[in-house]
């Protein structure tokens, strides 16, 4: 027994050793550098929704006070001129978004910013909204996209009956260099690989299109799939690159960096980074602001 015992304690020290070692390689306490001059920074953020019919928890009405202000920090910190976030959701139940808690937030604290990919929830699916520096961005047209077998039906479920999930998007024009692009946001499913590859191929034969037309397209979002990974492979078929990012973008909402990034920036080539991706792991108060990090790229418009 005490051997068995000794074993144990063994295995458990070692497996213990792994994930530390994992922890630390995964792990950056950087801060972000300077903006490349000229480039547009661009970053990728899943908030995590406010279920607002829960007074207390850590994803109810308090843990949504004690997280807004860390959060806003972050977001100051990030200086992107585009900012693709995920679940950015008030979730009382339906489809109504009313109330956004998150976007009204960093909106009135923020106002160098404002926000596309939101419209009349009804016909628009709001809680993906890509937030920009209205001074030097100009909004030419925005959009959304289910992933289903009837994408352009508004909370189509998805393709496995799974709940509704969905790519917003926004093309802009660059005052700064005349250049116009399109912005993809996603978030695939994390429960299941089947959904996930179908909206990944749903996704790559929309970009395809855009590209085959002549258009700049940058992709951001919560991909739920690491670098290497068959959903990643599909989208670069599709003529996206995506630069290897080194620093876990998950944490399980408690800074721990057991696994590789899950967030991703792709972009078609006439739209390459410059800088990055970059990982921001801070953590600017008595809580984390979200379960991930912002993903962070420098972007430089070529000439197409």
């Known amino acids: ?84 976030f995920q679940e950015m959701e008030s979730f009382g139940g339906g489809n109504d978004d009313t109330v956004n808690l998150t976007r009204s937030w960093l909106l009135e604290r923020n106002p160098a910013y404002a926000a596309a990919a939101i419209g009349p929830w009804r016909t628009f699916p709001s809680t993906q909204p890509i937030l920009y520096r209205s001074a030097r961005l100009t909004v030419l047209d925005q959009g959304w996209f289910f992933f ?32 116009s692009f399109r912005v993809v946001n ?45 959903v990643l492979r599909r989208l670069k078929a599709a003529g996206l690159t995506f630069a290897p990012t080194r620093h876990a973008s998950f944490h399980l909402d408690r800074g721990l960096h057991l696994f590789g990034p899950i967030d991703h920036i792709g972009v078609s080539a006439e739209a390459g980074p410059v800088a990055g991706p970059y990982v921001l792991q801070r953590r600017v108060g008595p809580v984390w602001p979200a379960d991930h990090h912002p993903v962070i790229a420098d972007i430089a418009l070529g000439a197409l």
């Not at 393709?159 to 005052?175: C, K, L």
């Not at 299941?192 to 299109?209: D, F, H, I, P, Y």
């Open 186 to 230: 996603v978030h695939f499913d994390a429960a299941s690989r089947g959904n996930r590859r179908q909206s990944a191929t749903l996704t790559a034969t929309r970009v395809a299109e855009w590209i085959s037309a002549g258009e700049r397209v940058i992709l951001g979002g919560d991909l739920n799939a690491l670098s290497g990974a068959w």
């Open 148 to 179: 289903s077998d009837t994408p352009d039906t508004v909370y189509a479920r998805g393709f496995d009956g799974a709940p509704p999930s969905f790519a917003s998007w926004v093309q802009f024009e660059d005052r700064e260099t005349g250049h």
């Open 1 to 84: 027994m005490k051997r068995l015992f000794l074993v144990a304690a063994g295995l458990a020290a070692a497996i213990a050793g792994l994930l530390l070692v994992q922890h630390l390689r995964l792990s950056t306490s950087a801060d972000l550098p300077d903006r490349q001059e000229g480039a547009l920074r661009l970053a990728t953020w899943n908030v995590h929704y406010i279920l607002t019919r829960q007074a207390e928890g850590r994803w109810g009405l308090s843990g949504w006070d004690a997280r807004k202000a860390p959060l806003d920090q972050v977001f100051k910190a990030l200086d992107a001129d585009i900012i693709a």
